[in-house]
């Protein structure tokens, strides 16, 4: 039996927030199976809980954010990735500010913490939402796409008219058969751009954004010192916050997921158009007498990965 996965101990970060500015505390902890991942925002009283889940977002301008009764967390989608990526099914995450710490700008800092907690198998299954047939949502020239497929396969296309992104692929297929999350994903960072950057901080955005947690570009090229991480680092990030922003449904997909020029937003409408087609999913576990697809057998091995 493919069994759910929480965390073995208690674990914590400190950082700043990448719109705000401000500290942030993160605690993560561990869940009873079929909890899935809920969000705490423990700095209001009293203290609110936001249960991942795709009709909560609320604002998909610059990140995934949740938001119940008026109360908001934002940039959610970097740590539900690493989540995805290592296969957490339950957690429960205590944060005192209205969005998660941007850390370096990447889902790395968040799979180090989770590794250093230690991953916990738990007495009951895996839920999978098979994708059962192709579902789509479009806007303009972009578009999203799911397709049945098993295993977890995501091919990005982006398109920017950048110099330092021309000179690199803009076009990248991920499939978790082959892929590894932690070293083929996982350590792209968010990017911007200069004139971007001074706007949005001129009208009280980005306050926290920074050389230290973002790829950051001129009119011609890349400002960061130590270069890039990946020679496709641009469109691995769209997949890194693809993959967080589709784990949002609760459960892992098993799926190809094509995107061209999408984002938070679209990436958001999709699962909706999806989750509303009763006949275009099910819910899926795999027992001994089951053979688990090869993408997920692969994913039981990435604790272990070093980054």
Request: with cysteine.
């Amino acid at each position: 039996m493919i069994r759910q996965r929480t965390l073995k101990a208690i674990v914590n970060a400190t950082g700043v927030g990448l719109h705000g500015g401000r500290k942030v505390n993160l605690v993560l902890r561990p869940a009873a199976p079929d909890t899935g991942i809920v969000f705490h925002r423990v700095d209001t009283d009293p203290p609110v809980d936001l249960p991942a889940d795709p009709y909560s977002v609320c604002d998909t301008r610059m990140c995934s954010g949740l938001e119940k009764n008026g109360v908001k967390v934002g940039t959610v989608e970097h740590l539900m990735s690493a989540l995805a990526g290592l296969g957490i099914d339950n957690l429960h995450i205590d944060v005192d500010a209205p969005e998660i710490p941007i850390l370096d700008g990447s889902a790395s800092p968040f799979v180090f913490l989770l590794q250093s907690a230690g991953i916990a198998e738990q007495p009951k299954a895996k839920k999978f939402l098979r994708v059962k047939k192709a579902v789509e949502y479009r806007e303009d020239d972009k578009y999203v796409r799911l397709t049945p497929y098993e295993g977890f396969r995501l091919q990005f296309s982006i398109v920017f008219d950048h110099p330092a992104i021309d000179a690199t692929a803009n076009e990248v297929v991920i499939d978790f058969a082959k892929n590894s999350y932690v070293r083929d994903v996982s350590r792209a960072r968010t990017f911007g751009f200069m004139q971007d950057v001074e706007f949005m901080q001129a009208n009280g955005l980005a306050l926290g954004g920074s050389l230290e947690n973002a790829i950051v570009m001129d009119e011609y090229r890349v400002l960061n010192s130590e270069g890039l991480r990946y020679s496709d680092e641009f469109v691995k990030h769209k997949v890194l916050d693809a993959i967080g922003d589709l784990y949002l449904c609760g459960h892992p997909l098993l799926a190809t997921y094509t995107a061209y020029k999408a984002g938070h937003a679209l990436n958001n409408q999709l699962l909706r158009v999806l989750l509303e087609d009763a006949s275009a999913w099910e819910i899926v576990e795999f027992d001994d007498k089951q053979p688990a697809p090869a993408a997920v057998v692969h994913q039981l091995a990435e604790p272990a990965l070093a980054l």
